[in-house]
């Protein structure tokens, strides 16, 4: 069969029951899984397939508090499959204008795609049941947090424990479709310019409060849609993410390390932020310059060959170029040269819990116990990483997580056992970030991610003494 008829066999159902099928066996992250299987449908059909798959995890909690409130007993590990279908179809039926017949007969027809003809009553009559008693069955479950709150129990302590002010802004921001960001290269082209670009295209935009790069889209459209794209002239990019390049504030001659770089979006920005502190002197200067410095000096570490080749198609897009090296970035002895950094950025692995909203497939397979692994991860990282600074080197450390412990607490570690460590204010640190952003931590900064705005993020910058 070729890959033309391929294509044209499947629907946009039978893949997302693939995705989220492997998503609920912690077979890899929702991401991942459509980057995979994504590629057996149209482009035209791809919108209703990630409609599926981010719908379904997005809705994760509530929809298996009731599936089980529905279900005598739950299926079997072999019978995965089945429970997604049951969940695509309760999707259908709560958050998509799919004709209720349509959503059971479709869910019933899937279970015939998948040999097991067995399970095609047990489907109907669940999902009919829902649909007759849906009101009824809300009610009874209201006071569980996966439904009150649409967010994992243990999620929902650890908020209510850490952030109790902010806790409904936290859950409200991450049960919500994110808004598209966009950071403006402005080696290349103002904000106001582009934006005025943006506008003559019909295309709606609000200028960001913390990044001087970032544009806010009123409706998101494909990038394609984007004037200059491919031309590097932006990139999408959350707001509190375009943070790291303005706090760092990268110049030409400094020797930089990006690690944990991918997908490269930081890198890029990095790369930008370098170039733009050029051509801020005279046009002659600018000339000479540019031309003599087109490749800055930054290297950019990622552990995964097939991440590594996105950072590298990233950069080729915005025209810059750094050194790539496919490494464990704790692992110093096996890639380092023993020339040390100006500035490093250290954007650890973590629990990605400020960035739910973008990767909701967060609430399915997060545990309380991922934290404590993680932390001894980023503690391992940012030991290792600090022998790479030069004396009086900076080092930013970064994390997409609203966890503590691998914030402030991670920080406060670090400078008891580090006496060559002290921490920078970031306050008053660049003159064009509103002195306001962000919430002043025992060490650092804690962004909460907000409606229509940044995602969660934390930063703290470090800087070794001479």
Request: aromatic letters at 6%; one cysteine or more.
């Amino acid at each position: 069969m070729s890959q033309i008829e391929q294509v044209s066999t499947q629907t946009p159902r039978q893949v997302a029951i693939q995705v989220l099928t492997n998503v609920l066996l912690q077979q890899g992250s929702l991401s991942t899984q459509l980057n995979r299987l994504q590629g057996q449908l149209a482009a035209d059909q791809q919108a209703l397939l990630k409609e599926f798959c981010f719908g379904v995890c997005r809705q994760y909690p509530k929809l298996n508090s009731i599936a089980l409130s529905l279900l005598a007993h739950p299926f079997e590990e072999k019978d995965t499959d089945l429970y997604t279908i049951l969940l695509l179809g309760l999707y259908q039926l709560s958050y998509m204008k799919t004709p209720d017949h349509a959503a059971v007969n479709e869910s019933v027809e899937a279970c015939r795609e998948l040999n097991k003809d067995w399970a095609t009553k047990l489907i109907n009559a669940v999902l009919r049941r829902y649909q007759r008693e849906e009101i009824e069955i809300i009610d009874n479950l209201k006071q569980m947090p996966s439904i009150e709150f649409n967010h994992p129990k243990w999620l929902v302590k650890r908020y209510k424990k850490h952030w109790s002010e902010n806790f409904e802004q936290i859950i409200e921001a991450s049960n919500a479709h994110p808004p598209m960001c966009i950071r403006v290269n402005l080696d290349r082209v103002s904000r106001e310019t582009y934006q005025s670009t943006l506008s003559e295209l019909g295309i709606e935009t609000k200028i960001g409060r913390l990044s001087k790069a970032s544009l806010y889209l009123t409706k998101a459209v494909s990038v394609n849609q984007l004037p200059g794209f491919e031309d590097g002239l932006c990139s999408v990019q959350d707001e509190s993410a375009q943070l790291a390049g303005e706090i760092l504030k990268p110049t030409m001659g400094e020797r930089l390390l990006d690690a944990c770089a991918a997908p490269g979006g930081k890198t890029g920005h990095l790369l930008e932020c370098m170039s733009f502190s050029q051509s801020e002197k005279t046009s002659s200067q600018m000339a000479d310059q540019k031309s003599s410095c087109q490749f800055p000096s930054l290297t950019a570490i990622e552990l995964e060959e097939w991440r590594l080749e996105k950072i590298e198609s990233n950069l080729e897009r915005l025209g810059y170029s750094a050194e790539l090296l496919c490494a464990d970035a704790s692992k110093v002895t096996a890639w380092w040269d023993n020339q040390v950094y100006d500035k490093i950025l250290l954007d650890v692995p973590c629990s990605a819990t400020g960035v739910i909203r973008r990767n909701p497939d967060i609430k399915l397979n997060r545990k309380p116990t991922d934290i404590e692994e993680l932390t001894h991860i980023q503690k391992n990282i940012l030991s290792e990483i600090w022998a790479t600074l030069k004396p009086k080197g900076h080092l930013l450390y970064a994390t997409c997580s609203l966890m503590p412990e691998e914030n402030e607490q991670q920080i406060a570690a670090f400078l008891s056992e580090h006496v060559d460590a002290k921490e920078v204010a970031l306050d008053h640190l660049n003159a064009d970030l509103a002195l306001n952003w962000g919430r002043d931590v025992s060490h650092g900064k804690q962004l909460f991610p907000t409606l229509n705005g940044n995602d969660g993020f934390y930063y703290c910058l470090l800087q070794k003494s001479a």
